[in-house]
C-alpha cells in the first residue's frame, strides 16, 4: 500500500541528528523551558518575520491561548470556516467564545471575505481564516473588513508552516498566526508541539505567561492560566527540522506540480488551484470529484490510499448542534465534504510511486 504520508522515512532521514540532540537534552539536566525552546522561538520569529514566537503544548492551545490573550472570551464571538480541522472551532470555543461559520470559496477551500462581511455582529471580536491544506486565506480581504470593524485577526497557520502571501509569510500576515508541530504537519515533531506568532509584545508576554498557569515569577500567580508548554526535546528536534523545511517544502511543490501536469485535462477529477499572488506547501493534495466513493475504492484496490478530510464540516458536528446550524447552511463547505479526497503527498514520496498514482488517477478517469 503506498501510504498518504510516511513519517518513518521523513524521521529516518535525519535519526541520528535527532538521537545525538535527545541525548544532549539528557545530559543538559534541562527539560522544561530551557535554550533549546528560546533558541527555536527566536529562530522561528526570525524566519517567520515576527518579533516574537511562544511555543507551546500543541496547535489547539496555540490557537485557545492568543484568543484569550486578546481578552476574546464569553459573549464574543469569532468568525471562522466551517470546512477544517475541528480544533479551530473547539479553541473559539474553549476560549469560552461562540465560533460564527462563514462558508469557505469552490476553488480555494479558504473563507470567503464576502461571507465573512455577512456574518458580522456587535458581538464579533475576531476572525480566524485557516490557510487550508496549506494554501494562504485571502488575508488583504479579510484585513481590510477587520480593520473597518475593529476586529483581531488570527491566522490558524497549523498547516501552512512556510506558505507564503505576496512575498509574506503565514503567521505574519494579521494580529497573530498559530501553529502546530503535530507529527503529520509539514513541520512537525515525535509528540505534540504548537507555536504563536505575533508582534505584539504585551500578547506575546500574556501568551507566556498563560502557558506557565499564570506565573511570570515562579510560584507568584496574576492569572489562572494553562500548563501548555513545549519540551526542550521536541525544541530540539524541531531545530533540526527547521533546517530541513524549506526542502521539504519545495519537494511537495515539486510533486504538487507533476501531479497538477498530470491531471490538467482529467474529465471527471478536479485537481487544487493556488492564486498567483500566493505559494501553496501542499500540506495535503486533495482532487475533487462528483463520485468519491467510487474513486476511493478504485485506488484502494490498486493499493494506494486516500483520506477524506474533511468528511463532516463543523457546523453540522453533534459537538455544535446547540450552535442551531442545519444542512444547507454552507452548502460549498459541504459540497466539499461530499468531494475532496486526498492522495499521497509527502516530501519523501518517491517518483516510482507518484508514477503509480499518477497512472491509476488516470485510468480511473478514462474508464468513468
Ligand atoms: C492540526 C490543526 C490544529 C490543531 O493542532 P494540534 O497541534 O493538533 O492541537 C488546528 N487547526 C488546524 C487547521 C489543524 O490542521
Not at 489562572?224 to 521539504?248: P, V
Not at 466513493?293 to 478504485?298: K, P, R
Request: glycine fraction near 6%; aromatic fraction near 8%.
Amino acid at each position: 500500500m503506498i501510504p498518504l504520508i510516511n513519517l518513518k522515512r521523513q524521521f529516518t532521514t535525519i535519526e541520528k541528528e535527532i538521537v545525538t540532540a535527545v541525548n544532549d537534552v539528557i545530559q543538559s539536566g534541562n527539560y522544561i523551558l530551557g535554550p533549546r525552546v528560546s533558541e527555536l522561538e527566536k529562530k522561528a520569529a526570525q524566519r517567520l518575520g515576527t518579533a516574537d514566537a511562544i511555543t507551546l503544548g500543541n496547535g489547539t492551545d496555540a490557537l485557545a491561548l492568543t484568543l484569550e490573550a486578546f481578552g476574546i472570551g464569553s459573549g464574543d464571538e469569532v468568525i471562522t470556516s466551517p470546512f477544517t480541522f475541528f480544533a479551530t472551532a473547539e479553541a473559539i470555543s474553549r476560549a469560552g467564545a461562540v465560533p460564527v461559520f462563514a462558508d469557505v470559496t469552490p476553488d480555494f477551500f479558504t473563507i470567503d471575505p464576502e461571507e465573512v462581511a455577512k456574518k458580522i455582529t456587535s458581538r464579533t471580536k475576531a476572525i480566524l481564516p485557516v490557510h487550508l491544506f496549506g494554501q494562504p486565506a485571502d488575508m488583504d480581504e479579510i484585513n481590510a473588513i477587520a480593520k473597518e470593524h475593529d476586529l483581531i485577526v488570527i491566522e490558524d497557520a497549523c498547516q501552512a508552516f512556510g506558505a507564503f502571501y505576496k512575498g509574506m509569510p503565514v503567521g505574519s500576515l494579521a494580529d497573530a498566526g498559530c501553529f502546530s508541530f503535530f507529527p503529520t504537519k509539514n513541520l512537525g515533531t515525535l509528540g505534540d508541539g504548537g507555536m504563536v506568532t505575533t508582534s505584539d509584545e504585551q500578547i506575546a508576554a500574556k501568551i507566556r505567561k498563560l502557558r506557565a498557569h499564570g506565573s511570570e515569577q515562579k510560584y507568584y500567580h496574576d492569572m489562572i492560566g494553562y500548563n501548555s508548554r513545549l519540551d526542550e526535546i521536541h525544541a530540539a528536534i524541531l531545530l533540526i527540522c527547521l533546517q530541513h523545511i524549506e526542502d521539504w517544502n519545495n519537494q511537495r511543490k515539486k510533486l504538487a506540480n507533476h501531479y497538477n501536469d498530470a491531471f490538467s485535462d482529467l474529465k471527471t477529477l478536479l485537481p487544487p488551484r493556488t492564486k498567483p499572488d500566493r505559494t501553496h506547501i501542499y500540506h495535503l493534495y486533495c482532487l475533487k470529484t462528483e463520485n468519491r466513493d467510487q474513486a476511493v475504492d478504485f485506488l484502494q484496490e490498486r493499493r494506494i490510499s486516500t483520506g477524506i478530510y474533511y468528511p463532516c464540516c463543523l457546523h453540522l458536528q453533534s459537538a455544535y448542534k446547540d450552535l442551531g446550524y442545519k444542512h444547507g447552511d454552507f452548502p460549498v463547505a459541504e459540497q466539499l465534504s461530499d468531494q475532496l479526497f486526498a492522495i499521497p503527498m509527502h516530501p519523501f514520496l518517491g517518483e516510482d510511486e507518484q508514477q503509480i498514482i499518477i497512472s491509476a488517477v488516470k485510468e480511473m478517469d478514462e474508464e468513468r
